[in-house]
Structure formats: structure tokens, C-alpha cells
């Protein structure tokens, strides 16, 4: 089993709804990332967390240590939020990233 | 002027050839990585360096070679290229050794035929 699991795998919804895409991860960690990965391909960092939540624009991200869960909320969504998230951990003591399988999320208008 | 710019954004080649990729960063972070994303999207570190120097090498053939001449510039070099190399290999940097924010490149698709 991955270490870092997302879900759902896959999301459609329809434009203006409230998205959760949660993860879930099984290591000790320094901190939570996620990521926006756009149909042309391009990797975005969207936050950086390791307590507590953290918000820019339209987008929300939790994260609570003691369950080991993060989730990323999206308020209003729009067609242009139709991409791949990702969740990513970086384990403690450790440099490197370990990610999840991602999230495909498509907005229909 | 693109943060971090990677080239070429596509290669296609023939089985057992050798090729480079390029990584290249104007943000003056101190980290470079490697990363691998297969078929199924899913992403896996390759390498790290910071301030030239190696600090991670995951269980990656030694066909690959990363090489990194400066700073700012971290290559990909890969020996007699394999079917299963086909990928996207993203470069990334982040400020310091412990990973912080992450800046990744646009890409370069692999493709070996």
C-alpha cells in the first residue's frame, strides 16, 4: 500500500460546486504539499502545510496531524479548476517527497 | 523569463541511445531534483542535489547520470535507453535542504521507441 493515498481518484462535478479532495498518509511527517497539474502538463505547488489550514483565494487546505489527514477544498469551482491534485508528504528526517496517485478533477460548466 | 526551464520539452528516440535533458533555474534556490512520472501520472523522485552536491539517489539504474556543473543547472544524462524510460521528467528546486516549496519545470516527455 502507498504511504500517501488520495481520494477520490477521479471527480466530476458541476461548475460552482464545493470539491474535497482528501489524503490520507501513513508517516511520521515534516510537512503536507499540494500540487495542481493541469491537462498541458505543468507541475504548480498550490500550499505548503504542516498544522492547522491555510487558505489563498478560492482554494482551502487543512491538515490534521494526529489522523494522519489532509484535506483541499475548493469553494465556487470553476472549469479552469479542472486538473490533476496532488497530495505529497515529506517524511520526517527525511528530503525527499513521496506523492499520491493524485486526483483527476473535471468541472463541467 | 521562466523560473525553471527545462529542455527539450519532447524527445523521441530509438531504443539504446543516449540523451540528455536540461534543467536550468534563475530563482537561486540551493535544491535540485529529478522526478519521474509514468503513465499512470504518478510521480517518483529520482535525484536530489543541493549546492551540487548529491543527497538523494533512489533505487534508479545507473544508466541514468545526473550532473550538476553549477547551482543553477542540474542535467539528466541517459545511457542505452530502455522501452520502459518512456516517462515525463520534471525538474524542480526548492529553497533550501529540507524540502520547502516546490518549483517544477514544464516537463520533457521521453519517448523511446
Known amino acids: 500500500k502507498n504511504e500517501v493515498e488520495q481520494s477520490p481518484q477521479n471527480l466530476t462535478a458541476q461548475e460552482g460546486e464545493f470539491i474535497t479532495i482528501n489524503c490520507s498518509y501513513s508517516?511520521?511527517?515534516?510537512?503536507l504539499h499540494w500540487l495542481q497539474q493541469h491537462p498541458g502538463g505543468g507541475i504548480v505547488s498550490l500550499f505548503m502545510?504542516?498544522?492547522g489550514k491555510k487558505k489563498h483565494g478560492r482554494l482551502i487546505a487543512t491538515i490534521n496531524i494526529q489522523e494522519k489527514h489532509s484535506s483541499l477544498h475548493i469553494t465556487a469551482s470553476h472549469p479552469r479548476d479542472s486538473a490533476v491534485y496532488i497530495c505529497?508528504?515529506?517524511?520526517?528526517?527525511?528530503?525527499?517527497?513521496?506523492f499520491g496517485q493524485g486526483t483527476r478533477l473535471t468541472i463541467n460548466p | 523569463d521562466t523560473a525553471v526551464s527545462q529542455t527539450p520539452k519532447y524527445l523521441v528516440t530509438q531504443m539504446g541511445n543516449d540523451k540528455s535533458i536540461k534543467c536550468e533555474q534563475n530563482?537561486?534556490?540551493?535544491?535540485m531534483y529529478w522526478y519521474k512520472q509514468d503513465s499512470k501520472k504518478f510521480l517518483k523522485i529520482m535525484f536530489s542535489?543541493?549546492?551540487?552536491?548529491?543527497?538523494i539517489n533512489e533505487t534508479v539504474p545507473n544508466r541514468f547520470s545526473p550532473k550538476s556543473p553549477d547551482k543553477a543547472h542540474l542535467n539528466l544524462h541517459i545511457n542505452s535507453l530502455e522501452l520502459g524510460d518512456s516517462a515525463v521528467y520534471f525538474c524542480?528546486?526548492?529553497?533550501?535542504?529540507?524540502?520547502?516549496?516546490?518549483?517544477f519545470g514544464e516537463g520533457s516527455r521521453l519517448t523511446v521507441l
Open positions: 524542480a528546486t526548492s529553497p533550501g535542504r529540507r524540502t520547502g516549496e516546490l518549483f
Open positions: 508517516v511520521g511527517i515534516s510537512a
Open positions: 502545510l504542516s498544522s
Open positions: 505529497a508528504v515529506s517524511s520526517q528526517g527525511a528530503q525527499k517527497l513521496v
Open positions: 530563482l537561486g534556490h540551493d535544491t
Open positions: 542535489y543541493n549546492n551540487k552536491e548529491l543527497i
